[in-house]
Each structure stands twice: as structure tokens, then as C-alpha cells.
């Protein structure tokens, strides 16, 4: 009969579901529409946190692109997020964005092999003004990053829907068209209820139907609006 060895006894950890935003900060997101970017991240973080479990841990990790591409917020489990509100600035460097968020879904040191499928959610209101094909043709279709869900949102009239139609490509999502900035919060409504029902999915990589998430929000009583307050893929 074996020793007594305390290695032996280890709590399990919890596995990774990863979501990055990637958001366009450009000039023309200045006033209502920042605001109500920011305003919905922020309740999104805290619906994460509320949900986090045992067995599964969100993290969310920021990339923003306007007058630089930045890591504005690197991967951290959402209960832990201490929210920096966005600014605005500069362009729409998109591809360039595409480039980072692929670099972090390859490189299994920043995203592990562990992970359950990540989420991307890209958010514009404009066209690229660098050199993007290339790049979004990599993470949409090469390598781990071609695995990740895949979700798009359009602000204006002014956004381009075949950039953002391309970036969903091979998803059964469609592009969210958010007519003006007050639109914002029902889409990041939707991204929470689709991350967090994973959550209690019997399997975490598989990703719900628009159609049973749009249920789900309609049953649900709380909302943006409300005053109160299974294996891995890699």
C-alpha cells in the first residue's frame, strides 16, 4: 500500500474560456457612442463575474484599435477586471487589430491549449484604414484561431459589412446592426447570454443558436435596462 503523500490531494482548476473584444475607438466613436461602449462593457464584465463557476473561469481580454492598436485590457478572469473606461483617437487601423488578436489566439503561452473555445467580438462603426485582408484571412481561416466563435456588431450606417461579414464567416451569427449608439447594449446583451450559457453547458465549446439566445434574453428579467442592481478544442 502506498505512502501518505499530500501531492496526491489537489483541487481541481478551473479551465479557461477565453472572449476578446475587439473594439474601434476611432474618432468618429466620440460622444454617445463611446459612452454607451463603454457603459456595456462594463455591465457585461459584471454579468461574467457573476457567473464565473468552479469549473469554468471567463476571461476577457481587450484590444482596441483608434490612433494605436493596444492591449488595453490582457487577459484577466472577469471577476478580477478593474474596468478602464475607452477614449477616443485616430483611425480605424482594423487589420492591424486582426494581426494582434491572432498572434494571442496562436501563441499557447497567452491563450492555452486547455482553453475551451474562445469568443471574438469585433465592434465598429467604420471601414479599415490599413492593410487587412491578409490578416483577417488568417484569423479567420488559418491555424487555433479559425476554431473561435465569432461575433460582429455594426454602429451607423457608416460601419463596412463586408469586412464585418467576413470576420464572422463559417459562424451561424449574423452581423448585429445597431441603427444608433443606444443599440449597443442589446448586442452585448446577447454576447453575455451566449458566453454565460456555456458556462452550464454539458459541453462548453458548443455555441448556441442565435435563436435559443434571443429566447433566452426574452425570459430572462433582468436586462442592460434594469435600474436594480468538454474538452478543450486546442
Same mark, same amino acid.
Given at each position: 500500500m502506498a505512502g501518505f503523500n499530500p501531492a496526491d490531494f489537489t483541487v481541481a482548476k478551473a479551465k479557461p474560456l477565453p472572449v476578446v473584444l475587439l473594439l474601434d475607438v476611432s474618432t468618429s466613436m466620440r460622444g454617445t457612442p463611446i459612452t454607451e461602449l463603454n457603459n456595456a462593457v462594463e455591465k457585461m464584465i459584471a454579468e $461574467? *463575474?457573476? &457567473? %464565473? #463557476?468552479n469549473e469554468i473561469e471567463i476571461l476577457l481580454s481587450v484590444i482596441t484599435f483608434g490612433a494605436e492598436v493596444k492591449l488595453h485590457l490582457p487577459y484577466t478572469v472577469s471577476n478580477q477586471v478593474e474596468w478602464s473606461s475607452l477614449e477616443v483617437s485616430g483611425m480605424t487601423p482594423m487589420g492591424t487589430a $486582426?494581426?494582434?488578436?491572432? *498572434?494571442?489566439? /496562436?501563441?499557447? &503561452? !497567452? #491563450?492555452?491549449?486547455? *482553453?475551451?473555445?474562445p469568443t471574438l467580438v469585433l465592434v465598429s462603426d467604420g471601414a479599415p484604414t490599413d492593410?487587412? %485582408?491578409e490578416h483577417l484571412a488568417s484569423l479567420v481561416y488559418e491555424g487555433r484561431s479559425q476554431k473561435c466563435d465569432r461575433l460582429a456588431m455594426a454602429i451607423g450606417t457608416g460601419a463596412? &459589412? %463586408?469586412?464585418? &461579414?467576413?470576420?464572422? /464567416?463559417?459562424? /451561424?451569427?449574423?452581423?448585429?446592426?445597431? /441603427?444608433? *449608439?443606444?443599440?449597443?447594449?442589446? $448586442?452585448?446583451? $446577447? !454576447? #453575455?447570454?451566449? !458566453?454565460?450559457s456555456r458556462t452550464v453547458s454539458q459541453n462548453p465549446n458548443v455555441v448556441q443558436p442565435d435563436s435559443s439566445i434571443e429566447q433566452s434574453i426574452e425570459r430572462s428579467v433582468t436586462t442592460f435596462d434594469d435600474t436594480e442592481e468538454e474538452d478543450s478544442i486546442f
Open positions: $461574467f *463575474a457573476d &457567473n %464565473q #463557476t $486582426f494581426a494582434m488578436t491572432k *498572434a494571442m489566439i /496562436e501563441d499557447k &503561452n !497567452v #491563450t492555452p491549449s486547455r *482553453a475551451y473555445r492593410d487587412w %485582408q463596412d &459589412n %463586408q469586412v464585418l &461579414n467576413k470576420f464572422i /464567416e463559417g459562424t /451561424e451569427h449574423t452581423v448585429f446592426q445597431a /441603427e444608433d *449608439a443606444s443599440k449597443i447594449k442589446d $448586442f452585448f446583451q $446577447f !454576447v #453575455t447570454m451566449s !458566453v454565460t
